[in-house]
């Protein structure tokens, strides 16, 4: 189970992080990352991070913006965003996978267990 926290209304230009949290069969999990949802889009792609290797990457809208990092010990990973835009805005979803998909880690349907979603709202 994935639960995603951290999400809200900012302002452009500010921070946010979120965090989610993986119970249940944390252990098995590799890659975790963030995908989001904008209004009228489909999913995409946002960071990702091996567990096994702490090799991290993200999309190039927000690779010089956002870090992800993990928490090992606390079964978490982790998504700071600054300089938000308002483009930013959408719903934060949390995914792992059970498999390493190697050069297609950013295609959803390599992921297996997904979070609720958070929504962050960037107004500008």
């Known amino acids: 189970q994935l639960t995603e926290s951290g999400g809200g209304l900012v302002q452009a230009g500010d921070s946010l992080i979120l965090s989610c949290a993986a119970s249940g069969r944390s252990f098995s999990i590799d890659p975790m990352g963030w995908f989001r949802q904008r209004p009228g889009k489909e999913r995409e792609f946002v960071a990702m991070?091996?567990?096994?290797?702490?090799?991290?990457n993200l999309a190039d809208a927000v690779k010089d913006r956002f870090t992800i990092s993990r928490d090992s010990t606390k079964n978490r990973i982790y998504l700071l965003m600054n300089s938000l835009k308002s483009e930013d805005t959408a719903v934060y979803y949390c995914?792992?996978?059970?498999?390493?998909?190697?050069?297609?880690?950013?295609?959803?349907?390599?992921?297996?267990?997904w979070g609720r979603g958070t929504q962050v709202t960037v107004s500008s």
């Open positions: 991070i091996r567990w096994s290797s702490d090799w991290a």
């Open positions: 995914a792992a996978a059970t498999t390493w998909a190697g050069n297609l880690y950013y295609v959803p349907g390599n992921y297996n267990y």
